[in-house]
């Protein structure tokens, strides 16, 4: 199989084995426009393999087909909305699941958030509230580690090239383990284990998990179930010793243990966070200066208004709300990058979008990286334009499609407030520049990132 399709492959095997295998489905006639088989027993793989990823085999469908598009996964058939309007129309009915969650939980081979609609409501506010409530505990760390990364850049000469996406993710994990397992995890060697724990964990969703190559490579299948095992067992080691204990640090498992829920719901939700928190926030935060070093005028826009509304203070909770141009600046970056390019649920019951039905147990892709690039809703679709969210009916657009807002996967959220606190402290001392003569290739997989280093330098602000 080849490296660039694996995740076209891995996320559909894995999603549609992990949750529709308990509706057993034979082929199902459909009047949504879209390919026929490439072939029997896999259906249209074979053409999202040669399209290079998921994400690009769905911008060529909706390309060809339009916003409601169907193909085929072996005998199962897939429908994917690629517009605005067509999420829209199809959110109604799905509200109370949160579409990245449901396919990393499915990805992982959780399946507790599958009960109600009430009890998927419950459950998706109390993951939310436990987010918000250690974040703001957390904030003062936040901001600590923040100022550590800056002294550690202003100690560079201006030459020096910094491999950003290295520095944050590994600034991400330090404060995700921390928000999330206390301070067991202050010291640097528990970081570096957990990040390669973390590491392979991740790396096997985004590649090759029950996928087939990963069972006919048994070294890596046995790292793989090895890493999820030592992640679960530091996770639930780190849920007994909070149930039983009083610390005066407040973590993201505090604030479960206090809704609760059962030991295994506490364990599912602390795995998913502890590896969509960390990826996303990385991700959002290497993309975000990655941006601002390629776009001169919107980061002096951008310093003018942190250097106005913190002037010689520091970055507060509060602070962080007056800061709009930076929220703009955040929701380009997430729209550019098409940060999360692909999500999904389950038709639990019959639906329609337009003139086309959707039939029950359906897998609908949502094809968020298309949508983030039609150029009917975003003029000039390929420039980074912070300017564009000002307009409040884009900033609507953008908040239907579960990217801001009410609908917004906690995950996200968090990654917003995270990537502001970094990016405020370091424009108040540095220019972010970039380094001449890179090229710059796109990874889709459930969080994008760069197939390369991306490499920048700094300067000290006079």
Not at 48 to 62: Q, Y
Not at 133 to 158: G, I, V
Not at 242 to 261: C, E, M, P, Y
Request: glycine fraction near 6%; charge should be negative; charged fraction near 20%.
């Amino acid at each position: 199989m080849l490296d660039f399709a694996i995740f076209a492959v891995t996320f559909l095997l894995a999603l549609v084995g992990a949750v529709l295998y308990l509706y057993p489905a034979s082929r199902q006639a459909s009047g949504i426009p879209g390919l026929t088989p490439t072939e029997e027993k896999d259906g249209n793989l074979p053409d999202i393999v040669n399209s290079g990823s998921l994400h690009e085999f769905l911008v060529n469908l909706h390309g060809r087909y339009g916003p409601v598009v169907s193909f085929w996964f072996g005998r199962r058939l897939v429908v994917s909305l690629g517009t605005a309007d067509a999420l829209k129309q199809h959110f109604n009915p799905n509200k109370t699941l949160d579409p990245f969650e449901t396919m990393l939980k499915s990805l992982l081979g959780y399946r507790s958030g599958a009960g109600s609609g009430s009890e998927d409501h419950v459950r998706r506010r109390l993951y939310g509230d436990a987010v918000t409530a250690a974040l703001q505990s957390n904030f003062p760390l936040l901001l600590k580690l923040s100022e550590e990364l800056l002294d550690k850049w202003l100690s560079y000469p201006e030459t020096q090239h910094i491999p950003l996406s290295q520095h944050m993710l590994g600034f991400a994990l330090k404060f995700v383990t921390r928000m999330v397992l206390g301070d067991t995890f202050e010291g640097e060697q528990e970081v570096i284990r957990f990040q390669k724990i973390h590491g392979t964990v991740w790396s096997e969703i985004g590649k090759g998990f029950l996928d087939g190559s990963l069972d006919k490579n048994t070294t890596r299948k046995n790292q793989y179930q090895e890493a999820l095992m030592q992640l679960e067992a530091i996770l639930k080691k780190i849920i007994k010793e909070r149930k039983g204990g009083d610390f005066s640090q407040h973590t993201f498992i505090d604030s479960l243990v206090q809704r609760n829920l059962n030991e295994q719901q506490i364990l599912e939700d602390s795995v998913v966070f502890s590896l969509a928190g960390c990826i996303v926030t990385a991700r959002l935060c290497t993309w975000a200066i990655h941006f601002l070093t390629t776009a001169e005028e919107v980061q002096k826009k951008l310093h003018k208004e942190v250097d106005h509304v913190l002037g010689k203070g520091p970055i507060t909770s509060e602070k962080i709300e007056q800061l709009r141009y930076c929220q703009q600046v955040l929701c380009e970056t997430v729209r550019t990058a098409k940060l999360t390019p692909v999500s999904a649920q389950l038709q639990d019951i019959e639906g329609k979008v337009g003139p086309f039905i959707i039939p029950k147990e359906t897998l609908v892709l949502y094809a968020l990286g298309v949508v983030l690039q039609d150029a009917s809703t975003w003029p000039s679709p390929h420039k980074f334009d912070p300017d564009r969210f000002a307009d409040e009916p884009v900033m609507k657009v953008f908040s239907s499609l579960g990217f801001s807002g009410t609908w917004e996967c906690p995950e996200l959220r968090f990654a917003y407030v995270v990537t502001t606190v970094l990016v405020s402290v370091l424009l108040k001392k540095l220019h972010l520049l970039a380094v001449d003569r890179q090229v710059f290739e796109m990874k889709y997989e459930l969080v994008t990132s760069c197939r390369e280093e991306t490499w920048i330098t700094v300067s000290e602000r006079h």
